[in-house]
């Protein structure tokens, strides 16, 4: 599995902003795929998760704020940023969680920057 992320950039606070992932390789066994995000000097922690059932998981400091979802046709998985805080400033990972029997399989994509000014 291969994941290419885009998207990122620079906001002001309250603006907008979206990172998306492509994945490709053996993508059958995906289970769900997610994006995480790295502050500078802090640890890469969960932002939100999609399931291939469409469940969805968010972070509490997103709720309401970022909305994870879908294009099955493109293998593609958009993270909507709204009402952005200069606290979400961070380097944003795409991640993909694949099932293979008995094991499971952590990919993860190159990270892209999300610099939110205030």
């Known amino acids: 599995v291969q994941l290419q992320a885009s998207g990122g950039g620079l906001a002001q606070a309250g603006g907008s902003l979206r990172v998306s992932c492509v994945a490709s390789g053996v993508i059958s066994s995906i289970s769900s795929m997610g994006w995480y995000r790295q502050p500078p000097g802090m640890q890469r922690d969960l932002v939100a998760v999609?399931?291939?059932?469409?469940?969805?998981n968010y972070a509490d400091s997103v709720k309401g704020r970022f909305s994870i979802f879908r294009d099955n046709a493109r293998n593609t998985v958009n993270l909507q940023m709204n009402s952005l805080k200069p606290e979400d400033t961070a380097v944003y990972y795409c991640?993909?969680?694949?099932?293979?029997?008995?094991?499971?399989?952590?990919?993860w994509g190159h990270g892209t920057k999300v610099t939110v000014s205030s």
């Open positions: 991640n993909a969680v694949q099932d293979a029997g008995s094991k499971t399989y952590n990919y």
């Open positions: 999609i399931t291939r059932g469409g469940s969805t």
